[in-house]
């Protein structure tokens, strides 16, 4: 076979140089042109030497220590304190007696190792908060080889970033960040750190991609990287061609364990904002609107009557609005589509996330949204994030959608029997999904027993009987799309169904 093909592709090129004899003159000509001006636009691998060396002295190592109870550990495995199986504890004695001799087992100490790198000259240092959490100690070792112990400043854990202090008696070299709303796929980075504890290792590829969600946290907006990542870069810088830091390496898609080219970094717009609040408070302060949002399926966009060519980044669908939350009191609903927060374009959920708790709380912010087809703009106050801000919604978490009849659904009454069953608080009403037709538009919506239907587009319901008549409506005014809003395991969702012609 590879015989074959290579006779293939010398024939190939025996038929260009043939065409290439007997073409005009001028035909050799222009090739030639079109040759030259490919080869002035073609730019030569760029060389990171200067750029590592003006770097690397603030990039630095991170040691982390976990201790375990190593008895603790032995007894959990066993199953028992030290006694043969079976042997009873002889109350008032040690764990184990008389069968444990010698010196009490010893606390075992785990060494764990990232990476981080010098933000200013005081010894601040950035990394990710998975490498310090549950850390009794740090230790941060510089480009020289130089040990210091660490001071944690503060973590997110909703952003994974973590600010370290050292003090060493004198200015250290550090780096500035960059600004990562610039970045462009296709561009040059280079990577540093300690993969495997190899101190002082760079690698170089381009940007793959922009705005990853990989379903780390509620704010993923990750810089997709080919240069080589693996376990210990994380919390290590990623450098433009200028030197500056536009993201921190903090995660790898891999089925192997190791590098496939396929890295995440923390844009260094998000770095910044969450480093400054972090050094400054020690946590990080985010504005609340109280909405649970979703992405737009061309079903659901249809269902509601959208007037949008990629429902899927056009907006964010409000699912279930929080209780006396902002954005029940400025009478934001669910079904309403917000299009843009302060004049800025909101794409999908992870849009409007982000967009809100960069916003300062006790400051309004100005929400576009859609509403039976109209665009409105209202002046929001947003809040302070709560410690927990899933609890408060009416209608619970994601929700869902479902008909009958034709939707291929049987619906049931919300007894207290069946509330008590599916979780649904007092103050919520609906009609119970009982059953779903195989095949039908419910059951390739995915639709499922026990979703609880609370609403069709923005029509309530609280009974089968009002459920039903809600979806005829829906399908009539919509051509044959429903919108349904559902609570399913005490979290509310819309389900969009395109049933055809009702």
């Known amino acids: 076979m590879q015989q074959t093909l290579t006779r293939g592709a010398t024939l190939a090129l025996a038929l260009l140089c043939g065409t290439a004899l007997i073409a005009p003159a001028h035909a050799a000509d222009t090739s030639m042109d079109m040759t030259a001006a490919v080869q002035r636009d073609v730019k030569p691998v760029p060389d990171f030497t200067s750029l590592v060396k003006r770097v690397s002295k603030a990039v630095v190592s991170v040691t982390v220590h976990l201790k375990l109870d190593k008895t603790a550990d032995d007894q959990s495995d066993n199953g028992s304190s030290g006694a043969p199986p079976g042997f009873p504890q002889l109350p008032g004695f040690p764990p184990g007696f008389p069968f444990s001799f010698g010196a009490p087992a010893q606390p075992q100490v785990v060494e764990a190792k990232g990476s981080g790198f010098i933000l200013n000259s005081s010894g601040i240092i950035v990394t990710n908060n998975h490498v310090v959490k549950d850390a009794k100690t740090v230790t941060v070792t510089l480009s020289d080889g130089d040990t210091y112990p660490a001071k944690i400043i503060g973590t997110d854990p909703k952003t994974d970033l973590a600010v370290l202090k050292i003090s060493v008696g004198h200015p250290l070299p550090y780096v500035e960040l960059g600004d990562s709303a610039k970045v462009v796929p296709g561009e040059w980075v280079v990577a540093m750190g300690n993969p495997f504890g190899l101190e002082n290792t760079v690698t170089a590829g381009i940007v ?27 919390g290590g810088p990623l450098f433009n061609q200028s030197g500056q830091v536009i993201g921190v390496n903090t ?20 770095i910044h904002r969450v480093v400054d609040q972090l050094i400054a408070h020690g946590k990080v302060v985010r504005g609340y609107l109280g909405v649970a949002a979703q992405v737009i399926s061309p079903q659901m966009a249809k269902a509601l009557g959208l007037p949008m060519e990629r429902p899927e980044k056009d907006g964010a669908l409000i699912a279930a609005v929080a209780k006396d939350s902002p954005a029940f009191r400025a009478g934001l609903k669910p079904g309403d589509v917000i299009t843009s927060v302060n004049g800025k374009n909101v794409r999908d959920p992870g849009d409007l996330a982000n967009d809100i708790a960069d916003i300062d709380p006790e400051h309004d912010a100005k929400i576009t949204y859609l509403r039976n087809g109209k665009s409105t703009t209202v002046s929001v106050a947003v809040t302070t994030m709560p410690a927990n801000p899933d609890v408060g919604f009416q209608n619970g978490g994601p929700q ?38 195989p095949n039908s538009p ?14 069709v587009g923005n029509v309530d319901v609280s009974s089968p009987d009002q459920a039903v008549a809600a979806i005829a409506a829906a399908r009539k005014a919509n051509a044959g799309a429903v919108a349904l809003r559902i ?9 969009g169904i395109d049933t055809g012609k009702p």
């Open 208 to 234: 793959s991609a922009l705005g990853r969600d990989i379903g780390d946290g509620p704010y993923d907006r990750f810089i997709q990287i080919d240069a080589p990542i693996n376990e210990g870069n994380s």
């Open 251 to 270: 995660a790898i898609l891999t089925p192997s364990g190791g590098s496939v080219g396929i890295g995440f970094a923390i844009p260094s717009d998000m």
């Open 400 to 437: 869902a959608t479902q008909s009958h009849g034709a939707l291929g659904l049987t619906l049931a009454p919300l007894t207290p029997q069946s509330r008590a069953q599916l979780n649904v608080p007092n103050n919520v009403s609906g009609a119970v999904v009982a059953s779903v037709k």
């Open 442 to 455: 419910a059951d390739m919506a995915g639709l499922e027993p026990g979703d609880l239907i609370v609403g």
């Open 487 to 495: 609570i399913r395991q005490g979290q509310a969702l819309f389900v």
